[in-house]
């Protein structure tokens, strides 16, 4: 990018940012988030594909191949369409993004791309940070469009009393 397209896009943004805080809120003022259960869900996987060592790091495909979620607003299934892109990083950590949709039990379709890190133990034994991530949703116009419009946090987790390879993800709603 150039640098007058470089100012150009620095000055929409700061326009935006203005028109939209017509009465800015101090630092202090902004109540500290706090968060409620979005859902829990249980997204079942495939057998991995190895795509193979990168300029970055090893990559692979771990297909999404279906599961359910339920949560106090809204329920249903995880369509069998989806994929978890990894990346293995030099530090020891497992990039993760993971692309799929949701199907409500009203029928409706909402994309999740849902980002984060897996870490290994240190080598000291110090055990891995809990694994946290950022789910983002682009849901249609209507009854859940609510979803497009807010912050998320997520955990990921696994369920040893299943029969199936599967990931147990619960989403948290940031108010």
Do not use: H
Not at 44 to 72: K, N, Q, S, W
Not at 126 to 151: D, M, N
């Amino acid at each position: 990018m150039t640098s007058a397209g470089k100012r150009a896009a620095l000055a929409a943004i700061s326009a935006f940012a203005v028109g939209a805080s017509a009465a800015p809120v101090a630092a202090q003022d902004a109540p500290e988030p706090g968060l409620e259960l979005l859902y829990r869900s249980v997204v079942t996987l495939g057998p991995a594909i190895e795509v193979g060592e990168t300029g970055r790091g090893m990559r692979r495909i771990i297909p999404i191949t279906g599961g359910t979620f339920e949560g106090p607003q809204m329920k249903g299934e995880i369509l069998p369409m989806g994929w978890d892109w990894q990346l293995d990083r030099a530090d020891g950590c497992t990039e993760i993004i993971a692309d799929y949709f949701l199907r409500t039990d009203d029928g409706v379709v909402i994309n999740v791309v849902n980002s984060g890190a897996l870490c290994r133990p240190g080598e000291d034994g110090t055990p891995p940070p809990p694994v946290r991530t950022s789910p983002v949703f682009e849901a249609p116009l209507g009854k859940y469009e609510w979803l497009s419009k807010g912050g998320y946090i997520g955990t990921l987790g696994f369920d040893p009393t299943l029969d199936e390879p599967a990931v147990v993800i619960t989403v948290y709603r940031a108010n």
